[in-house]
């Protein structure tokens, strides 16, 4: 019972979120709905990005590899089993016409079937991550030259998918909102409404899977590598695993981030991997607040929902705005907006602005309650 | 089992030079299972060299390092501390975001890999290590405080419960009471004693009073080599000693 009481808080917000989640469709436009989702994808890839930079202190400016290789993935399980789509010769996807193919490229094969793309869009980007991070761990590359190489694999990746016309489309990027899946066209209303949904349910899994890592030894580990990593080893740890770990998870999730972000967006492309967007990934968990969860998700939403509002009203001034924020960031808020709240900043600012709350009766009361309890 | 005549630990022959300057030459010294010894010697003799050596953070260019009949050389850091070696740094390094309580945590987990962490639960007896150890070094009221908070005395005390947590074999303390206070020194002098015999352990310390209150044998390094080695009363009537610590000129007067 007791345990009820303490929780009832909790309880009360997790019955108005849900309430809210649910009749948020009726509330708001198809298109708010569309753009909320969206943003609600990308704050799975930023929990990404805060587990590899936040909690292990490794920069990867690269995480648009991983989101993209998501996208890629549900867009060619899409392309393939779009039994209404205009077709080129063969049955093949439509642009494959444009350029004379009329083979299958081999690696699309296997995404005709559901089931293997659900699992590749999860292992496709963590196994490339996995790989690309045991190689460079295990050669003790860190910080500043981590950032370097990810971002240099990410313009690898990049000029790769850009040019290849005859296997991806190249730059024109893969489209699926006329596609269908499950008797519903992808770009329809009800299926947005279904897919803002499981946007919100995977946020949240993913959300409780990250606070159960960073809460155990596990996460203490990955701080230890933070802060100080030749002492972890000296008392019995390689890092290496669990770097290559968080890695792999952050690209796993920066693919599921992607795919979610794909069929809400209705096209897959290149642009997915352009180096600004990974830039801005980390940027909605620096101004959110890295090594805080609720940081990283808040970060990508509200920046996003704020760059969509502003440049609707002022259109040309948002970059000015992300800059100023991020500048904020790194000369004042170093633990981000909900980094500088846990550690009392509403009060140091209330003190500077000499509207300091005064603190003096709070020690007296503690002392008068604590009489009483023994009188 | 070593048998009884093997020693524990065994340098031979170590050389290692950095660009050019030898910081530690032609090294041979050796650890019975069990002793307790300290090491002293002046500024840039190569004591926390030596150190790096043993822990596999350093790779001498000449010689060869045996734990237990085995030879180091080759293994990375986190198999040497696996194999039983734990070291405390000179200046102390614990996991400052993280509460006392988790410091002695991570370094009692086993096996200390990501799954090891995720799958398995402290024991019962690792628990009761890690409270024994709060009570040992005095830091149970702050179990739960962040390591930051700590003072510099309570974070030498705090990485000291971090190595003998381990229960490692060998225990490697470089410095362990720089900057505390006479009564804490006395205390850290006597939890070291109290530790030998069931561990082995290798001190390294400015701090005269203190190697006198271990009552131990004491080796002096000095430019990379070994000067000699004895009681600490043998050892200060040296005449070497006296003359690499207060320099040539002072040996001749008395």
Redesign the interface.
Known sequence: MANIRSRWPQLLLGVVGLALVVALPSLVSPFRLNLLGRYLSLAIVALGIDLIWGYTGLLSLGQGIFFALGGYGTAMHLQLNCHGCSRAPGGLPEFFGLYGVQQLPWFWEPFHSPWFTLLAIGLVPAAVAGLLGFLVFRNRIKGVYFSILTQAALLVFFNFFNGQQKLINGTNGLKTDLTRLLGLMVGSDTMQRYLFWLTVLLALLTWLLCRW?VR???G??L??IR??E?????????PT??KT?VFALAGALAGISGALYTVQSGIVSPQFMAAPFSIEMVIWVAVGGRGTLWGAMAGALVINMGKSLISEAWPQTWLFIQGGLFLLVVTTLQGGVVGWFQEGGPRRLLGRLGLRPRLSTYPALALETRQEGED | MPTPGSPLLELVGISVSFDGFLALKNLNLQLAAGELRAVIGPNGAGKTTFLDVI?G?VRPQAGDVYFRGRSLLGC???QI??LGI??K?QSP??????SVQ?NL???V?EP???MG??RHHLTSTQRQRIHHLLDVVNLAPRAQHRAGSLSHGQKQWLEIG?LVV?APRLLLVDEPVAGLSDGETERTADLLKSLAGDHTVLVIEHDMEFIRRLQTRVTVLHQGQVLCEGSMDQVQRDPRVVEVYLGASQEQQP
């Open positions: 890592l155990g030894r596990f203490h580990a701080l230890a802060d100080d030749a002492r972890l080893r000296c008392l019995g740890y390689n695993p669990f770990m | 822990t953070k990375n850091e986190h501390a696996r734990g070291r740094f390094r614990v996991f400052e975001q993280l988790e945590s991570l370094a987990s200390k890999t990501p962490l995720l971090m381990q």
